[in-house]
């Protein structure tokens, strides 16, 4: 089976810069075929969607990111990295990578969950 495995995480300062990675593992479907993006949860609010590349190269964003995050990726790593730029204080959460249904980013209530998930890295941005 397939695995996700986070890295890049840490501490900085409102307005500073971190570079999120996601590598993927395991048959090639899980990295060609699904959407893969990403996830965060703040201490006492519920998960929300950051944002997701589809499997032909376009890019969705949640509205509180766009603009200062970008998703991009390595086909030859197989490797998403999410680039967070502008950081707020509210930006502080686990974020998490995850692979499957494009529609869960957009509308969680009308689609499948994603299959697979990585372990969660700790943002924190301090004021």
């Known amino acids: 089976q397939g695995q996700l495995m986070e890295s890049g995480g840490g501490s900085v300062e409102v307005g500073g810069s971190l570079r999120l990675s996601c590598a993927v593992s395991g048959p090639e479907y899980i990295y060609n075929n699904n959407c893969l993006g990403w996830f965060r949860q703040a201490p006492g609010k519920e998960r929300e969607a950051v944002g997701t590349?589809?499997?032909?190269?376009?890019?969705y964003y949640a509205d509180s990111v766009k603009g200062r995050f970008i998703i991009s990726q390595d086909n030859a790593q197989k490797t998403v990295y999410l680039k967070m730029n502008g950081l707020k204080p509210e930006d502080t959460a686990t974020y998490y990578c995850?692979?499957?249904?494009?529609?869960?980013?957009?509308?969680?209530?009308?689609?499948?969950?994603?299959?697979?998930w990585g372990q969660g890295t700790l943002v924190t941005v301090s004021s």
């Open positions: 995850a692979a499957g249904d494009c529609g869960y980013w957009v509308d969680p209530g009308v689609s499948n969950e994603p299959e697979l």
């Open positions: 590349t589809y499997p032909g190269g376009s890019t």
